[in-house]
């Protein structure tokens, strides 16, 4: 059974910076790519931050210079370390695992909200 479990979102004011944490289990997780998707209410899903297997990053325009994306091979796990938080920022943030020919897994989301 695949399961993606996120943790660290939770609320934080604007200036500030979570990190994010997504541990698979029932993958081969080094061979996937791993990304971070968003949704804010209202909104569609969108992709965040993305990183091969080989470690190549990629990043959105809207978070370039403060999110970083990183993965942990040998503890199955891919990070978003989130840093000069913005009020737009605040959304479910999504783990999702890709690779061909097979289907995408997603976790279950974590809530992130940047307030005064």
């Known amino acids: 059974q695949v399961q993606l479990?996120?943790?660290g979102g939770g609320l934080v004011q604007p200036g500030g910076s979570l990190r994010l944490s997504c541990t698979t289990s029932g993958i081969i997780f080094r061979i996937y790519?791993?990304?971070?998707?968003?949704?804010?209410p209202g909104k569609q899903r969108e992709l965040v931050a993305s990183i091969t297997s080989s470690g190549t990053t990629n990043n959105v325009a809207a978070v370039a210079?403060?999110?970083?994306?990183?993965?942990?091979?040998?503890k199955n796990t891919v990070f978003l370390q989130m840093n000069s938080l913005l009020p737009e920022d605040t959304a479910v943030y999504?783990?999702?695992?890709?690779?061909?020919?097979?289907?995408?897994?997603?976790?279950?989301?974590?809530q992130v909200t940047v307030s005064s």
């Open 94 to 110: 999504y783990c999702n695992a890709k690779f061909p020919t097979k289907p995408d897994y997603w976790g279950q989301g974590t």
């Open 5 to 7: 479990v996120e943790s």
């Open 33 to 40: 790519t791993m990304g971070w998707y968003r949704q804010a």
């Open 65 to 74: 210079g403060r999110f970083t994306i990183s993965r942990d091979n040998a």
